[in-house]
T-cell receptor, first 111, second 112 residues
């Protein structure tokens, strides 16, 4: 088995601040994802990466950057945090794209 | 684009009663369908998948049939338990785009 680790678990930032979320996986999966989960909403895809140094935009990429420096890690940057923004950011990995394994999430609050 | 619509929650049931969570989807492709479950404080985890039309998937007493004609994939369980309290997501995988599209989730609370 494997595990996905997301850091930090809780992230509190100020409006306009640049914030970075990190994700590590030891499944040795090729594809990794970042999703945003808002209360009462489904998961919306922000970015995904099918291999090291690859980046693909999802439906919600505006306001975010991503980086896949190596196979096991995938970072997400909120380029300018918006006041009253509160969401859970979920990282996932997959060996083939459709069966995804999720981390526990990073909960973001912007003051 | 693809879309998934599922029963709006929250749904509250007593232990031992039956559960149905409706899910319908729209896509121009031939999808693989999934149900994911998310427990408090955790990420979603795969409950089961059904890759082919008119087949059934099941796990832990939950089941769903991929109905291509009706474009539906309803989740059912005959007798729920308190430990089934969670958020359930229906999802569709599009092999052309490589993306998984989730419904909005249905919050289930089972009371003892």
């Amino acid at each position: 088995g494997g595990i996905i680790t997301q850091t930090p678990k809780f992230l509190i930032g100020q409006e306009g601040q640049k914030l970075t979320l990190k994700c590590q996986q030891n499944f040795n999966h090729d594809t990794m994802y970042w999703y945003r989960q808002d209360s009462g909403k489904g998961l919306r895809l922000i970015y995904y990466s099918i291999t090291e140094n690859d980046l693909q935009k999802g439906d919600l990429s505006e306001g975010y950057d991503a980086s896949r420096e190596k196979k096991s890690s995938f970072s997400l940057t909120v380029t300018s945090a918006q006041k009253n923004e509160m969401a859970v950011f979920l990282c996932a990995s997959s060996p083939q794209g459709y069966e995804q394994y999720f981390g526990p999430g990073t909960r973001l609050t912007v003051l | 684009g693809d879309s998934v619509t599922q029963t709006e929650g929250p749904v509250t049931l007593s232990e031992g009663t039956s559960l149905t969570v409706n899910c319908s989807y729209e896509t121009k492709q031939y999808p693989t369908l999934f149900w994911y479950v998310q427990y408090p404080g955790e990420g979603p985890q795969l409950l089961f998948k059904v890759p082919k039309a008119n087949e059934k998937g099941s796990n832990r007493g939950f089941e769903a049939t991929y109905n291509k004609e009706a474009t539906s994939f309803h989740l059912q369980k005959a007798s729920v338990q308190e430990s089934d309290s969670a958020v359930y997501y229906c999802a569709l995988y599009n092999t052309n785009t490589g993306k998984l599209t989730f419904g909005d989730g249905t919050v289930l609370t089972v009371k003892p």
